[in-house]
């Protein structure tokens, strides 16, 4: 089953942005989008930081059953796995 996590993160660089992880497969797809009319753009490599928050949220749910266990122990064994970048979609020829 797919594990959608997100939350809010600031840089003097960039800004505010939204970061997403899509964890399924045993995979992590991380993405951020900056500002309401933007779309979504690869992010990474992650940070340590970024991790942590990571395994921060997902340990928050799971004394609510919204995650097991096990698939808690697979998104903590994902920290040494190295991390893949969402495939960019092109729009396709208009008629």
Request: glycine share 8%.
């Amino acid at each position: 089953m797919a594990m959608e996590f997100g939350w809010w993160d600031k840089t003097p660089e960039d800004g505010k942005y939204q970061i997403c992880v899509r964890v399924h497969g045993g995979n992590a797809v991380w993405t951020r989008k900056q500002g309401h009319h933007t779309s979504w753009e690869p992010y990474g490599p992650p940070t340590e930081a970024d991790w942590d928050k990571l395994i921060y949220e997902a340990n928050r749910r799971v004394p609510r059953r919204l995650i097991s266990p096990k698939q808690f122990a697979e998104i903590e064994g994902l920290r040494n796995k190295p991390t893949l970048l969402p495939r960019v979609s092109k729009p396709g020829p208009t008629r």
